[in-house]
């Protein structure tokens, strides 16, 4: 979360596990000594917001690319800096170029491995 914030600013709050009573979750597990000093609840504030916990189960994590996370907006500056900061250290799929459509569109997979999408639209008159 807090390269996500480097990347599109803002304030970001975190709390653990085990920031709440021994026994606040009906999942055993989410009570663990082992889960306290995970993420329960992330939250990034600012022009967009973020939302994101970690796993409580201990399950592997994959991301298979079979989701994508889409910005859109007509500030063409704001989305060229966020594809830019989410580039770094990833990979850029598809250039954030003007389409045949009209609007400028790429994609880009950061370095978590989460695949995004940006759109800038043309504004029409």
């Not at 653990?16 to 609840?41: C, T, Y």
């Not at 799929?93 to 459509?101: D, S």
């Not at 995004?116 to 504004?123: A, F």
Request: proline share 3%.
């Amino acid at each position: 979360m807090t390269f996500y914030q480097r990347v599109f600013g803002g304030k970001l709050s975190m709390s653990n596990f085990g920031d709440g009573p021994d026994d606040a979750h009906q999942d055993p597990k989410a009570n663990s000594e082992a889960v306290k000093s995970k993420i329960m609840h992330a939250r990034l504030d600012g022009d967009i917001v973020l939302l994101a916990s970690d796993n409580p189960h201990g399950t592997e994590a994959k991301n298979t690319g079979q989701f994508s996370l889409s910005l859109e907006g007509s500030d063409g500056d704001r989305l060229t800096g966020y594809f830019e900061k989410l580039a770094q250290q990833g990979q850029i799929t598809a250039p954030l170029i003007k389409q045949f459509w009209g609007d400028h569109f790429g994609m880009v997979i950061d370095q978590y491995g989460v695949n995004w999408m940006v759109t800038i639209r043309n504004e029409k008159t």
